[in-house]
């Protein structure tokens, strides 16, 4: 049994937290976890590349010069692809890299980034992280009280939390995703995670409980 300790924002422990990783998943496939970040990092790519096969540029398709007799080796068109300003052999097109995988698979693969994350002591709890309006400078202070001033962070709030998104942005390598955006990308991305009791309370909410159950 894991047991993570809740401070409050001043960095004060004000209590604990008992869960079992395995309460979360049964345990951690990393081929599973790999094959899902693949995926998300596939969807994010543009495909919008594109070049000139030899059909496409600018040139004529007279021969350079005639085939024998000059001592030079035979060459036909200036669009060639070995040519300087010829086209490309295999010529690149726009094209979707965008797959999915089943979304009990991807639920699966949160929960065991989730899990694997505890295991590894990298998960923070805090009590409350609320504010009444965007403010950078409490949200620094807070992180500085907590020693996770100067990590890549993951911010997990139960809900979407306009304050608490516009007081992280301008801070460097800190990202904020509510309960209902983790996944596994953005969950081992960072060196640590920061959560609410109440985003942790969510998380272990929604876990089905055959997978409870199977631990």
Known sequence: MASLNIYDRSGKQVGTYDIEPTDLAPSINKQLLHDVVVMYQANMRQGTFRTKSRAEVAGTTKKMYRQKGTGNARAGSRRSP?????????????????????????????RMALAAKIQDNEVVLID??????PKTKDMVAILKALGLSGNSLLVATSGVDTNVYMSARNIEGVEVSPTSG??????????RVLMTKASLDAVRARTPKKAAAAS
Do not use: C, E, I, M
């Not at 300087?84 to 726009?94: N, V």
């Open 82 to 110: 070995v040519r300087r300003g010829g086209g490309h052999t295999f010529a690149k097109r726009p094209r979707d890299f965008s797959y999915r995988l089943p979304r009990k698979a991807l639920q699966l693969a949160t």
């Open 128 to 133: 409350d992280l609320k504010f009444t309006s």
């Open 182 to 191: 983790l996944n596994a990308l953005n969950l081992l991305k960072p060196n």
